[in-house]
């Protein structure tokens, strides 16, 4: 059995970090950030259609964990995606235009938000079955190993979703095979209305790694260091052929389930406390501001940028045209 490792905080000093890094982590974490109210102001308007659920709150974690991969590695995502999607380096303009159910989408506009992919970037998919990721990821990771790559893939999934049998047997499987797998659960307290305490039989997702020999690791989804460090651990290590791992990221669900939940399970004082204390992008400002490492007119110019290209995003996907009827049954199989 696989001993548990402590938990895990940022350790590097933030000198210790390179510029290119740094920018990384801020730029990512805002565009996710207003990409997503971006898409919540058009779906209010009517103008994104289907079901939409936001990453809010939760940014530090795709971004964390995406600037340890490579273009050539594999994430396959969640119900929840934008934020994998978008920190994985799929084109805003074609992830809007997507949004929009426009022919100009990165799945011409067949996908929508719940079945986005970009494979383009080692983007296998958003998903709309809880729990469809993990045997997907594995599969993924197989082919990695057969073809002797030191490619990993990473399976995000809630932590609703880790009491799906999918996640046992691929859990099992990726062990038993020593397969470059990465389980990163995203544990935002809640799957859908529900409290994951009152589903779930450990406190702590990470727990459940050792019923498969494999490290279980916890550390704070909501500091982007923090993330950024334990994944790069554990991405190493699957690198080198040393098999799976569970990284539980703690985090919180910020906005509602999907937009338009009426949020009757919880009181907006514990979901305004939250972001106070804990939303990531504060947090990040505030520790590079104090150690000096970054000014605020760079994060602002950081932050004016990635506003512009959202901008176009936005135009673009508003002025792309429907996808042809007589597109219906293209690209349904390979
Ligand atoms: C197999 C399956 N069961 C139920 C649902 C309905 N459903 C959609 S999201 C969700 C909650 C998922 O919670 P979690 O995995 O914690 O992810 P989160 O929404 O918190 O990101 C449920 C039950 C579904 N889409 N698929």
Redesign the pocket.
């Given at each position: 059995m696989c001993a548990m490792p402590e938990r895990k905080e940022a350790v590097l000093p933030l000198t210790g970090y390179d510029r290119e890094a740094l920018k990384f982590f801020y730029e990512t974490m805002v565009k996710i950030r207003n990409f997503e109210l971006t898409v919540e102001k058009y779906f209010f308007e009517g103008e994104i259609p289907g079901f939409v659920?936001l990453y809010i709150g939760e940014e530090a974690i795709a971004t964390g964990v995406m600037a340890n991969l490579r273009k050539s590695d594999y994430i396959q995502s969640?119900?929840?995606g934008h934020g994998h999607t978008i920190a994985k380096g799929a084109d805003l303009k074609h992830m809007m235009a997507e949004l929009f159910g426009k022919s100009t989408g990165c799945c011409k506009g067949k996908g929508g938000s719940m079945h986005i992919a970009d494979f383009s970037v080692g983007m296998l998919g958003a998903n709309?079955?809880?729990?469809?990721g993990f045997t997907m990821a594995t599969g993924a990771a197989l082919a990695q190993k057969m073809q002797k790559t030191d490619g990993v893939s990473v399976a995000f999934?809630?932590?609703?979703?880790?009491n799906?049998g999918t996640f046992h047997e691929a859990a099992n499987m990726a062990a038993v095979w020593k397969l470059p797998v990465i389980f990163l659960c995203?544990n935002?307290q809640?799957?859908?209305t529900t409290p994951?305490l009152t589903t779930t039989s450990v406190a702590d997702i990470a727990d459940r790694a050792q019923g498969y020999g494999m490290p279980g690791v916890i550390v704070d989804g909501n500091d982007v260091f923090a993330v950024y460090e334990a994944a790069k651990d554990l991405i190493d290590r699957a690198r080198r052929g040393e098999g799976p791992c569970i990284l539980e990221c703690k985090t919180y669900?910020i906005k509602g389930?999907f937009v338009g939940d009426p949020e009757m399970y919880r009181t907006k004082k514990e979901v305004q406390q939250v972001l106070e204390e804990t939303d990531p992008i504060p947090r990040f400002e505030k520790k590079v501001l104090d150690a000096g490492v970054m000014t605020r007119e760079e994060l602002d110019s950081i932050a004016a940028r990635v506003n512009k290209e959202l901008n176009e995003a936005l135009e673009y996907a508003r002025t792309s045209p429907e996808p042809e009827v007589s597109a219906l049954f293209e690209g349904l199989y390979v």
């Open positions: 659920h969640t119900h929840r709309g079955i809880v729990g469809g999934f809630g932590d609703g979703a880790s799906r995203e935002n809640w799957a859908s994951y669900r389930h």
